[in-house]
């Protein structure tokens, strides 16, 4: 069964630093994509990034970026230069099948001024 | 409309009322999700609509749990009966073209639901 893991419950960085939120799935696909979605206190999760995953390249957004391990079926996510704005609950989600969107259970990053 | 648009933003009902949970698409999404979030967990599908049809139910958590949609546009998530357990946020979101892996979903702000 597909399965999508964040092992980091709550995470905190000094506004201006980086940090990375871990996310690992599970599947037998070769073809496929991921996501990470924000959520903020408003609730409405927002597209960060999204990765394809037959393409070598990692993804990049302005300050954000993924590190994505195909064979460890591993897909970070790195926020550079962080904002008091990107305070909020990231989620990584892997659409299984064609519309079974597949979520972690999130990870809150806490921005510290 | 601009974005995904759920109402009610708040509801709080007592165990055994029925309620009704109401999601505006962006106009032209022919795909409609329903999503439920407990509180401090991840997203939890629900059902899937293709324009008024729902191919997959496989998420609802009980027979009291139901949703309608008509056409490509508004769904209604209905809860009979409802427990205390039904409490969370559900989410509602659509996307453009179904069935297709890469799309980007678009979310609406959800509606928090209390059951006392």
């Known amino acids: 069964a597909q399965t999508v893991t964040q092992s980091q419950p709550e995470m905190s960085v000094q506004e201006a630093e980086t940090v990375t939120l871990s996310c690992t799935y599970d599947?037998?696909?070769?073809?496929?994509?991921l996501f990470w979605y924000k959520q903020p206190p408003s609730r409405q999760m927002i597209l960060v990034i999204r990765q394809e995953a037959y393409k070598q390249q990692n993804a990049t957004e302005n300050r954000f970026s993924v590190n994505f391990q195909k064979a460890a079926k591993s897909f970070s996510l790195k926020i550079s230069d962080s904002q008091l704005g990107d305070a909020a609950m990231y989620f990584c989600a892997y659409p299984s099948g064609t519309y079974k969107y597949i979520f972690g259970t999130g990870t809150r990053l806490k921005v510290l001024a | 409309g601009a974005g995904v648009s759920q109402s009610p933003s708040n509801k709080v009902t007592e165990k055994g009322k029925d309620v009704e949970l109401r999601c505006d698409p962006i106009s032209g999404h022919t795909a409609l999700y329903w999503y439920r979030q407990r509180l401090g967990q991840g997203l939890e599908f629900l059902i899937y609509?293709?324009?008024?049809?729902?191919?997959?139910k496989s998420g609802l958590p009980s027979d009291r749990f139901s949703a309608e949609r008509t056409g490509e546009s508004v769904s209604t998530l209905t809860i009979q009966r409802t427990q205390q357990e039904d409490s969370a946020v559900y989410l509602c979101?659509?996307?453009?073209?179904?069935?297709?892996?890469?799309?980007?979903?678009?979310f609406g702000s959800g509606t928090q639901l209390s059951v006392l």
């Open positions: 979101a659509s996307s453009l073209i179904p069935g297709v892996d890469n799309e980007k979903l678009f």
């Open positions: 599947t037998s696909e070769s073809d496929y994509y």
């Open positions: 609509f293709q324009g008024n049809s729902a191919p997959d």
